[in-house]
């Protein structure tokens, strides 16, 4: 019983695991785009790496970027930047001017000592080329100096550049983050429709076999209560009938 909930407790740990999600961020080419990362620091610093593609099952793949939790330790190119407090848990990937080959996944993975403790986030970015016309339902801005950048962060997305542009106008690209899901969801569903269909069958299997022995354990105090009751009337009647005899003895 023990091992079938080990075994249990093991398909629901790896559960979230099968269906793949991420953070959906935009950019614009020549601009500077920001990956929001965070970590809390309560239980102290610890490293983080940035790479291409998924996370995988441990450290990162086409690692962009290192940080041993106060200072970058490997830099793939002057591109990638940390520019949040490292110190405090702030490891967001910040990508200067940005080019429509960096579309694509990403993934933060800040290592947790433990295992299967990693806290990883993967992100799916966008690089778009800068528009030309403007929806008239649009927030825009007009820049007349240097615009100033502003990161993106958890709540939506926002593009922005480090250039001197005169009489340019700006757009901001609206949208929230969000996690969609894909191929993997319904193998979610799968393993947790058979985690259940496991669960109930063990419950059925368990109340059986009690009952089971329940219904034997009565049947045998009852055979064991018939069989005194069964001794105790025949002890009775036999002292009832040496009773009748001494009577029928004593009569002149």
Same mark, same amino acid.
């Given at each position: 019983?023990? =091992?079938? =909930?080990?075994?249990?407790?093991?398909?629901?740990?790896?559960?979230?695991?099968?269906?793949?999600?991420?953070?959906?961020?935009?950019?614009?080419?020549?601009?500077?785009?920001?990956?929001?990362?965070?970590?809390?620091?309560?239980?102290?610093?610890?490293?983080?790496?940035?790479?291409?593609?998924?996370?995988?099952?441990?450290?990162?793949?086409?690692?962009?970027?290192?940080?041993?939790?106060?200072?970058?330790?490997?830099?793939?190119?002057?591109?990638?930047?940390?520019?949040?407090?490292?110190?405090?848990?702030?490891?967001?990937?910040?990508?200067?001017?940005?080019?429509?080959?960096?579309?694509?996944?990403?993934?933060?993975?800040?290592?947790?000592?433990?295992?299967?403790?990693?806290?990883?986030?993967?992100?799916?970015?966008?690089?778009?080329?800068?528009?030309?016309?403007?929806?008239?339902?649009?927030?825009?801005?007009?820049?007349?100096?240097?615009?100033?950048?502003?990161?993106?962060?958890?709540?939506?997305?926002?593009?922005?550049?480090?250039?001197?542009?005169?009489?340019?106008?700006?757009?901001?690209?609206?949208?929230?983050?969000?996690?969609?899901?894909?191929?993997?969801?319904?193998?979610?569903?799968?393993?947790?429709?058979?985690?259940?269909?496991?669960?109930?069958?063990?419950?059925?299997?368990?109340?059986?076999?009690?009952?089971?022995?329940?219904?034997?354990?009565?049947?045998?105090?009852?055979?064991?209560?018939?069989?005194?009751?069964?001794?105790?009337?025949?002890?009775?009647?036999?002292?009832?009938?040496?009773?009748?005899?001494?009577?029928?003895?004593?009569?002149?």
């Amino acid at each position: 019983m023990n =091992q079938l =909930q080990v075994f249990i407790s093991g398909l629901i740990f790896l559960l979230p695991g099968a269906v793949d999600s991420y953070v959906e961020v935009k950019g614009v080419v020549g601009h500077p785009v920001t990956l929001p990362c965070t970590y809390s620091t309560y239980r102290g610093i610890t490293t983080t790496c940035w790479g291409r593609g998924q996370c995988p099952s441990s450290a990162c793949q086409n690692t962009l970027i290192w940080t041993n939790g106060h200072r970058v330790t490997y830099r793939k190119s002057s591109r990638y930047n940390l520019k949040g407090h490292i110190s405090e848990g702030d490891v967001s990937l910040t990508i200067e001017n940005s080019v429509v080959s960096d579309s694509g996944l990403y993934c933060c993975r800040v290592e947790i000592p433990g295992w299967f403790n990693d806290q990883k986030v993967t992100f799916s970015l966008q690089v778009k080329p800068e528009p030309t016309t403007f929806c008239p339902h649009e927030t825009t801005a007009e820049v007349t100096g240097t615009p100033s950048h502003t990161p993106t962060d958890w709540n939506g997305t926002v593009t922005s550049s480090g250039d001197t542009w005169n009489n340019h106008t700006e757009a901001i690209l609206p949208g929230k983050p969000q996690k969609n899901p894909t191929k993997g969801f319904y193998v979610g569903i799968c393993i947790a429709a058979l985690l259940l269909l496991l669960l109930v069958s063990t419950v059925a299997i368990t109340r059986y076999i009690l009952m089971k022995r329940k219904s034997a354990f009565l049947s045998v105090v009852a055979f064991r209560v018939s069989k005194i009751e069964a001794l105790q009337n025949a002890a009775v009647v036999h002292s009832r009938a040496e009773d009748n005899i001494y009577i029928v003895e004593d009569r002149p």
